[in-house]
């Protein structure tokens, strides 16, 4: 099965604390990917955050952007530490037919789950969002990668 998921680093925020909110500026940009994405047709069947609240939020305004109906589940394997391969079953085994996936979460989580699909890298500054293609159980591969420097190309 082909299967699309995409990483999200939560907007620009207030601190690094569990319930630092998303700024203004922060949602701003959210709202200005959204509505590149949407105008793409771009639209996840499945939403899931870390349990902190600017990821939490950063979903919100992406998926109002969207015009995306889909809820958001916060599932605990994407809080900022742990291992990759537990987030990834989390996913998975959350939304099983699902595609695609939007994930918000944070560093270093967003930048441990690319690297686990792709077998490289990836940097993620905050609002960056990376849509990888993944067949089956192999390595995935990176359909692209828009951060706020490359929306700001657009």
Not at 3 to 18: C, D, F, I, M, V
């Amino acid at each position: 099965m082909v299967r699309t998921l995409a990483l999200l680093r939560h907007g620009l925020a207030g601190g690094q604390s569990h319930d630092a909110e998303l700024l203004p500026e922060g949602a701003a940009y959210l709202e200005r990917l959204g509505a590149k994405l949407a105008a793409e047709g771009w639209k996840p069947t499945a939403i899931f955050t870390s349990p902190y609240v600017r990821a939490r939020d950063s979903a919100v305004v992406l998926a109002r952007a969207l015009g995306c109906d889909a809820l958001h589940r916060v599932l605990r394997e994407l809080a900022p530490e742990g291992d990759p391969g537990e987030a990834l079953a989390a996913i998975m085994a959350a939304a099983r037919l699902a595609t695609p996936i939007l994930v918000v979460a944070h560093l270093p989580r967003v930048g441990r789950l690319a690297q686990e699909l792709v077998g490289e890298e990836l940097t993620f500054s905050p609002g960056t969002f990376v849509e990888i293609v993944r067949e089956g159980e192999g390595i995935a591969r990176l359909i692209r990668r828009v951060g706020p420097h490359e929306l700001d190309d657009v």
